[in-house]
């Protein structure tokens, strides 16, 4: 089972922001929050990952909680081709399990 | 340029005729991953590995195999596939992520078992 929750779909109007959530209330202390997204069935693509800090890199910003259950993946002026499937995912800092879920994502659509 | 590639990235074969699908990569990265791809239901993990000869089950194993002998290759093996085995198939991997740790992907295998 997939240890994130995303909605399954979100509009956003061209040139506005674009954020997606995505729930984790089950992360432990040593897993990461990554982002990807995948553009028709193109193999996925990483945007940007976080453990407890907000990071932000010339894709995107992602806000994570303090209690660290739910994060936030900003696209701050959507475009066209930002039209894409968002996953969020939760991977282990470290050790033997790297079970790495995907779980359905969200649907972008951005509208022009 | 680093990549990971997927061979045959297209493929329709029948019932019970073993395929291998190749994944390679060129990143020197110890994890590598095979993923499923089916319409309503995300990527689905079938197997990993998280370095040579070591290799665990994903969420979906069921009649695939795989091995690493090698640090760059991480074939997937369907011995007699079947007709639910139809899918698109993604190859991953990363650094183990204590260093970095973000997935590459390779650009996927369409796999139709007649």
């Known amino acids: 089972d997939a240890k994130t929750t995303q909605p399954p779909s979100m509009d956003c109007a061209e040139g506005r922001a674009a954020n997606l959530p995505c729930n984790h209330s089950t992360i432990s202390g040593n897993e990461y929050v990554y982002w990807y997204r995948q553009i028709h069935s193109q193999g996925p693509q990483y945007i940007i990952h976080g453990l407890k800090n907000n990071e932000t890199n010339e894709m995107a910003s992602l806000i994570i909680t303090e209690d660290r259950k739910s994060s936030t993946l900003i696209l701050p002026h959507a475009t066209l081709r930002d039209t894409a499937v968002y996953y969020c995912?939760?991977?282990?800092?470290?050790?033997?399990?790297?079970?790495?879920?995907f779980g359905t994502g969200t649907k972008l659509q951005v509208i022009p | 340029e680093a990549q990971v590639t997927q061979n045959p990235r297209y493929l329709i074969t029948v019932t019970g005729k073993k395929l291998t699908v190749t994944c390679s990569q060129n990143?020197?990265?110890?994890?590598m991953s095979w993923y499923r791809q089916d319409p309503g239901l995300g990527l689905r993990q079938i197997y990993y590995?998280?370095?040579?000869?070591?290799?665990d089950k994903g969420d979906v194993p069921e009649g695939y195999k795989v091995s690493r002998k090698e640090k760059r290759n991480f074939p997937l093996i369907l011995e007699s596939p079947s007709p639910n085995q139809t899918s698109l198939y993604f190859c991953?991997?990363?650094?183990?992520?204590?260093?970095?740790?973000?997935?590459?992907f390779g650009e996927g295998s369409r796999l139709t078992v007649l």
């Open positions: 995912i939760v991977r282990a800092l470290s050790g033997g399990y790297q079970k790495v879920t």
């Open positions: 991953a991997s990363s650094l183990l992520p204590g260093v970095r740790g973000e997935l590459f």
């Open positions: 590995s998280m370095n040579v000869e070591v290799t």
């Open positions: 990143m020197n990265h110890e994890y």
